[in-house]
């Protein structure tokens, strides 16, 4: 799948999980499979995603704790948010 389509996928399911998502720069894959990956992670707690355009035969496109687990603080004010 394409990063756009990946990307668009992810955000959806990590906004349902109360996470407020920021993008790095999309680069090359580490991999050497030719496909591009990206990262995000929550403004609010930290947890992170990973995209991959086109995965190795056993790795996952999309991966991270945003997928596995709501935001820690996403009904908290910011105020709370610095004294945790």
Partial sequence: ???????????????????????SEVYRSPYGFGGDCQDGSCLLCGDVV?????PPPNGIDIEGTAMSRNCRYKNLMPNERAKK
């Avoid at 990973?50 to 086109?54: C, F, I, K, V």
């Fill in 1 to 23: 799948m394409k990063i756009s389509t990946l990307k668009r996928k992810a955000g959806a399911t990590a906004q349902c999980r109360g996470h407020k998502m920021i993008w």
């Fill in 50 to 54: 990973q995209l991959t355009e086109n």
